[in-house]
Structures are given as structure tokens and as C-alpha cells.
């Protein structure tokens, strides 16, 4: 290992000799070289700080809109609750046929956007994730 470390040591040693020994335009051909490699990583790395901020932008955009969704689906979750026991309520004044379409038309429509609502938010869940 340290023969192998010696050996490595001394082929540097040989670039650096050789470096010091090449003309000058060679030495500047060799900086202006590294000069613009080292822009081209520079300009690599501002672009991926633009593309990291602008996917951090996104991420905070979709988790509001998640927790709104979120808030939405509760919401009417608790409408719906609602709904339900006004109707259990009132399902003493209405007459037997009534009380069968109604309430299914109503609870039909919600559980739909309900459900809609739902796969939304699975979708921007998703999104969160990917990002």
C-alpha cells in the first residue's frame, strides 16, 4: 500500500516537473483551460441552485394546496354528517317514497365529490412525494 501511495506520489511529482518545465504559452493554454472549467462548473451549479428553488417553490405551493384540499374534504365530510342526521331527523315527516330517492340523490352527488375530492388529494400527495 505505501509502495503504491510512493508510486502515485512520484507520477504527481512528475506532472508538477513537467508542468513547471513547459513554456509559458504552454502554461497559459493550461490555465485558461482550468479557467474554463471552472466556469462551466460554476454556470452547472447556478443553474441546479435555480432548479432546486424553484422545485422548493413548487413543493411549498403543493403542500398548501394539499393541506387546503385536505381542509375541503373535512369540510364537507362534516356537511355531509350534518345533512345526514337532518335528514334522519326529518325522515319521521316525509312519506316513505320520498325519503328513499332523495336522500340517495343527495348522498350520491356528495359521495362523488367526495370521492373526487379524494382522488385530488391523492394526486397532490403524489406530486409531494415525486418532488
Same mark, same amino acid.
Given at each position: 500500500?505505501? /509502495?503504491?501511495? $510512493? +508510486?502515485?506520489?512520484? *507520477? #504527481?511529482?512528475? @506532472? %508538477?516537473? /513537467?508542468?513547471? $518545465? +513547459?513554456?509559458?504559452? *504552454? #502554461?497559459?493554454? @493550461? %490555465?485558461?483551460?482550468?479557467?474554463?472549467?471552472?466556469?462551466?462548473?460554476?454556470?452547472?451549479?447556478?443553474?441546479?441552485?435555480?432548479?432546486?428553488?424553484?422545485?422548493?417553490?413548487?413543493?411549498?405551493?403543493?403542500?398548501?394546496?394539499?393541506?387546503?384540499?385536505?381542509?375541503?374534504?373535512?369540510?364537507?365530510?362534516?356537511?355531509?354528517?350534518?345533512?345526514?342526521?337532518?335528514?334522519?331527523?326529518?325522515?319521521?315527516?316525509?312519506?316513505?317514497?320520498?325519503?328513499?330517492?332523495?336522500?340517495?340523490?343527495?348522498?350520491?352527488?356528495?359521495?362523488?365529490?367526495?370521492?373526487?375530492?379524494?382522488?385530488?388529494?391523492?394526486?397532490?400527495?403524489?406530486?409531494?412525494?415525486?418532488?
Amino acid at each position: 500500500e505505501v /509502495q503504491k501511495l $510512493n +508510486q502515485q506520489l512520484e *507520477e #504527481k511529482n512528475g @506532472e %508538477i516537473q /513537467q508542468m513547471i $518545465n +513547459q513554456p509559458p504559452y *504552454e #502554461k497559459e493554454r @493550461e %490555465i485558461l483551460r482550468l479557467q474554463k472549467t471552472l466556469a462551466e462548473k460554476e454556470k452547472a451549479q447556478a443553474t441546479s441552485d435555480v432548479l432546486c428553488r424553484s422545485l422548493t417553490d413548487e413543493t411549498h405551493q403543493l403542500q398548501r394546496k394539499l393541506a387546503s384540499t385536505a381542509e375541503m374534504c373535512q369540510h364537507l365530510a362534516k356537511c355531509l354528517e350534518e345533512k345526514q342526521r337532518k335528514e334522519k331527523g326529518n325522515s319521521d315527516d316525509q312519506i316513505p317514497t320520498e325519503r328513499s330517492n332523495q336522500p340517495l340523490d343527495n348522498e350520491t352527488s356528495l359521495q362523488a365529490l367526495i370521492c373526487n375530492l379524494q382522488e385530488e388529494n391523492r394526486m397532490l400527495k403524489q406530486k409531494v412525494a415525486h418532488v
